[in-house]
C-alpha cells in the first residue's frame, strides 16, 4: 500500500530555533515530492522535489530529497511565529498524478 | 490571478439530503483533484478530472459520490443522501498540466448533522 510518513507528529520551538521536519515514503511509481503549509486554510506550496541530492532554497525554508534512501526533509532556520502551521509532505504518482499525503507535522513557534 | 476557489466555504446538511461542493479552477488549469480530510488525518485523494473527463477515481467511495468537469462551469463533487461519516473538510486543487504543480483552494468544510 502507498503510504507517506512524517516525523514528528508535532513540535513546539522557541522563536529563533531550527527545525527539521522529516517525510518518508513508499509509494509506486514516484514521480515527485511535495511540500506544503496548511494554515486554516489552503494548503500552500511550498516546494517540488523531483531530484535526488539537489537543495531547494526559499528564504528561511530548504528542502532535499533522497530517492535511495526514500525520503525528504524540510529544514526552517530562525523561525517566527508565522511559521506556525502544519506542514504536509505528498508523494505525487506519474499516471494517475494522485499525491499521496502524509498526516503532516504541526509546527508551533512561540514567542 | 485568483486561485482556486471553492465554494461553499461551510456548508451543514442533515443525514440523507445532498450535498453539491463547488471549485473553480485557477485561471489556466484544466487539470482538477478532489481530496478528503478526515479530523487528524492526512488528505486522502478522492478523482482527478480534466474537462468532460474522468480520468481517475480510485478513491472516489462506490456509492453516492460522483464528480464531474463539464466544458463550462466549476467542478462539482456530489454527495447524495450525506451520512455523518461524510463529515470532512473537501479540497479541490488544480494544475495546468500533468504532472505539473497542484495548487489548493480554501476547502469546504462539510458539517452532517
Known sequence: EDKVVQSPLSLVVHEGDTVTLNCSYEVTNFRSLLWYKQEKKAPTFLFMLTSSGIEKKSGRLSSILDKKELFSILN??????????????????????????GKGTKLTVNP | NAGVMQNPRHLVRRRGQEARLRCSPMKGHSHVYWY??????????????????????????????????????????????????????????????????????????????
Open chain 1, 76 to 101: 526552517i532556520t530562525a523561525t517566527q511565529t508565522g511559521d506556525s502551521a502544519v506542514y504536509l509532505c505528498a508523494a505525487a504518482q506519474g499516471g494517475s498524478e494522485k499525491l499521496v499525503f
Open chain 2, 36 to 113: 478528503r480530510q478526515l479530523p487528524e488525518e492526512g488528505l486522502k485523494f478522492m478523482v482527478y478530472l480534466q474537462k468532460e473527463n474522468i480520468i481517475d477515481e480510485s478513491g472516489m467511495p462506490k456509492e453516492r459520490f460522483s464528480a464531474e468537469f463539464p466544458k463550462e462551469g466549476p467542478s462539482i463533487l456530489r454527495i447524495q443522501q450525506v451520512v455523518r461519516g461524510d463529515s470532512a473538510a473537501y479540497f479541490c486543487a488544480s494544475s495546468q498540466d500533468r504532472g505539473e504543480t497542484q495548487y489548493f483552494g480554501p476547502g469546504t468544510r462539510l458539517l452532517v448533522l
